[in-house]
């Protein structure tokens, strides 16, 4: 009897343990299962961070000017647009720099192309690059959000004043969107405003429908008609000239 029970013992024991080894071995598959699918997903993660990676450069190449680290044109035809809501608590200021073309010939392109770049430095000391925009080459626009026209002008100005120390010329125009209908008309406004600073005006605002102050217009001096000459008398204290008199006599007869 006891040997019967001890080998039925026996069979349970090498049993649980056939069932333990299993189980050890299904243990491990799901290990390795595990594994693979966290290998997976790390693939995957490093896909799509390549991938940002590769968009933002893009976007850089797409939107950012490589001259000057500012956003490009591209970027503003994108940007500007979606002030449309808020056009009337929005400022477009036109910064523009005066005699590039001839600091080329006479310097050289380094030379003009550094121009660019410190005005660009400068303009970004008053000004977040997220809000500055190369739109031609010499050309920069600023839009501009929670500010009034006269902080505008006077952050401006001081930019004019600090660049001239360094014997560079800009003009700035000022377009007010509350003042303007579209969002067209404000680009138009800051460069003709930028336009009439260059062209030698005190002032870069003008009227945002873009018509200028009237001006009181001079008029032309009259022409004096000449004076008929005084007829010569021998009373006059002055030297009587004889062929006057007789001329005057002979006009008389």
Not at 140 to 147: D, L, R, Y
Not at 185 to 196: P, R, T, W
Not at 214 to 236: F, L, N, R, S
């Amino acid at each position: 009897m006891w040997e019967v029970l001890v080998t039925n013992l026996k069979k349970e024991k090498e049993a649980l343990k056939a069932e333990a080894d299993n189980l050890k071995k299904d243990r491990n598959e799901l290990t390795e299962q595990i594994e693979k699918l966290n290998e997976g997903d790390s693939e995957k993660q490093n896909f799509y961070r390549k991938l940002e990676e590769e968009n933002a450069l893009l976007k850089d190449l797409a939107y950012v000017d490589d001259k000057t680290g500012v956003w490009n044109l591209n970027a503003f035809n994108k940007d500007f647009p979606t002030m449309e809501d808020d056009k009337d608590s929005t400022i477009l200021a036109m910064v523009s720099i005066t005699g590039t073309k001839m600091i080329n010939i006479t310097y050289g392109k380094k030379r003009g192309d550094k121009v660019i770049k410190i005005v660009a430095e400068e303009l970004s000391k008053i000004y977040s690059k997220d809000h500055i925009y190369r739109i031609l080459g010499d050309q920069f626009e600023v839009i501009i959000t929670g500010e009034n026209y006269e902080d505008v002008e006077s952050k401006l100005k001081t930019l004019k004043e600090s660049l001239a120390k360094q014997q560079i010329n800009v003009s700035y125009g000022i377009a007010i969107g509350a003042n303007c209908t579209t969002l067209q008309q404000m680009v138009k406004v800051s460069e003709d405003n930028a336009i009439q600073m260059k062209s030698g005006a005190e002032s870069g605002h003008i009227l945002a429908d873009n018509t200028p102050a009237e001006k009181t217009e001079e008029k032309a001096p009259q022409e004096k008609k000449p004076e008929k000459p005084k007829p010569v008398t021998p009373d006059d204290p002055e030297e009587v000239d004889v062929d006057d008199m007789l001329m005057q006599y002979m006009n008389e007869e």
